[in-house]
């Protein structure tokens, strides 16, 4: 990876396996909008972020992105981390592969999805509100929440963004204001979930001390929150990379592959951790664009 500045823009080059519309539009994160193809805004911790990913002959070198009005240290304490730069995901993807070869096209066509490694209370709080809700309907959700609640961002060009809500606030947020952002049976889910992280009975620190099945058990003591919802907060807000969420479209795809019958959510889940072990949350990302793309799980 090289990096270096060219006005108020940073310029990332040679970043492999890196596709930001894969990794955006891959049902990860809520908070982003797509402005162009390979272009996109968003907001993770408390910073706004407008990055392009450039075509081949744009800059010199492949696989090159620019981060407007962004400054290195905003990249080295937010973004590097965020879209996961330092980890080889070459490496992944062949043990991937390794695992099941029919994945092998679909990842040399999908090869740069990568997994995001978000906040943790707002991808907790996220997943509650994705239960039973299509994506676009999920962000206009954290976007009115944000608006209505989140500290205010002004960018240079006088906009204005928000982030996403912090504890604090959220605490002091009712179940009827909650349903005011159209979140519905999941106002006291999410009202029990912000008290129990506010009183500090669950927090970010305290689930990376435990292990995998204690974390997932910890964040299942929230109402609302089941183990489908548990295990995309572990593994994308809390970098459990062996989490494997299992819904309603991966059950119908596993057993299209695997199983051949009716089979349970956690036969699967089970399957897939020993399949591919520490992998499973990234060929999960896979399986799912995999069987998107041969019409299963429709």
Same mark, same amino acid.
């Given at each position: 990876?090289?990096?270096?500045?060219?006005?108020?823009?940073?310029?990332?080059e040679d970043?492999?396996?890196f596709?930001i519309?894969d990794?955006?539009?891959?049902?990860?994160?809520?908070?982003f909008?797509?402005l162009a193809?390979?272009?996109?805004?968003?907001?993770?911790?408390?910073?706004?972020?407008?990055?392009?990913?450039?075509?081949?002959?744009?800059l010199s070198?492949?696989?090159?992105?620019?981060?407007y009005?962004?400054?290195?240290?905003?990249?080295?304490?937010?973004?590097r981390?965020?879209?996961?730069?330092d980890?080889?995901?070459?490496?992944?993807?062949?043990?991937?592969?390794?695992?099941?070869?029919r994945?092998?096209?679909v990842i040399?066509?999908?090869?740069?999805?990568r997994?995001?490694?978000?906040?943790?209370?707002e991808?907790?709080?996220?997943?509650i509100?994705?239960q039973?809700?299509?994506?676009?309907?999920?962000?206009?959700?954290?976007?009115?929440?944000s608006?209505?609640?989140?500290?205010?961002?002004? /960018?240079?060009d006088?906009?204005r963004?928000? *982030? $996403? !809500?912090?504890?604090?606030?959220l605490?002091?947020?009712? =179940? &009827?204001?909650?349903?005011?952002?159209?979140?519905?049976f999941?106002?006291?889910?999410?009202?029990q979930?912000?008290?129990?992280i506010?009183?500090?009975?669950i927090?970010?620190?305290?689930l990376?001390?435990?292990?995998?099945?204690d974390?997932?058990?910890?964040l299942m003591?929230?109402?609302?929150?089941?183990?489908k919802v548990a295990?995309?907060?572990? /593994?994308?807000?809390?970098?459990?990379?062996? *989490? $494997? !969420?299992?819904?309603?479209?991966?059950?119908?795809i596993? =057993? &299209?592959?695997?199983?051949?019958?009716?089979?349970k959510?956690?036969?699967?889940?089970?399957?897939?951790c020993e399949?591919?072990?520490?992998?499973?949350g990234?060929?999960?990302?896979?399986?799912?664009?995999?069987?998107?793309?041969?019409?299963?799980?429709?």
């Amino acid at each position: 990876m090289h990096i270096y500045c060219r006005d108020n823009d940073l310029i990332l080059e040679d970043i492999m396996d890196f596709d930001i519309e894969d990794t955006m539009e891959c049902g990860q994160c809520f908070h982003f909008t797509r402005l162009a193809p390979k272009e996109y805004e968003l907001v993770a911790y408390g910073k706004y972020l407008h990055i392009r990913q450039c075509k081949d002959s744009e800059l010199s070198k492949p696989g090159s992105f620019i981060l407007y009005d962004t400054s290195m240290d905003d990249f080295n304490l937010v973004w590097r981390n965020y879209f996961d730069l330092d980890t080889d995901y070459g490496a992944i993807k062949k043990c991937i592969i390794n695992a099941d070869e029919r994945l092998k096209d679909v990842i040399a066509n999908h090869s740069g999805i990568r997994i995001l490694r978000q906040d943790f209370f707002e991808t907790l709080i996220s997943f509650i509100i994705s239960q039973n809700k299509q994506i676009p309907h999920i962000k206009q959700i954290v976007h009115m929440l944000s608006e209505k609640y989140g500290e205010e961002i002004i /960018l240079n060009d006088g906009r204005r963004v928000h *982030a $996403f !809500p912090t504890v604090d606030k959220l605490n002091m947020v009712s =179940e &009827d204001e909650l349903r005011e952002c159209k979140v519905g049976f999941r106002a006291p889910y999410i009202r029990q979930a912000v008290q129990m992280i506010y009183n500090g009975e669950i927090d970010r620190e305290l689930l990376c001390t435990l292990n995998f099945n204690d974390a997932r058990l910890l964040l299942m003591e929230i109402k609302g929150v089941g183990e489908k919802v548990a295990n995309c907060v572990l /593994l994308f807000g809390l970098g459990f990379t062996a *989490a $494997f !969420p299992v819904d309603v479209w991966m059950k119908r795809i596993m =057993e &299209d592959m695997y199983f051949h019958k009716d089979t349970k959510k956690d036969v699967i889940e089970k399957f897939a951790c020993e399949l591919y072990g520490n992998h499973a949350g990234y060929a999960q990302q896979y399986l799912f664009t995999y069987g998107r793309e041969i019409g299963l799980g429709k």
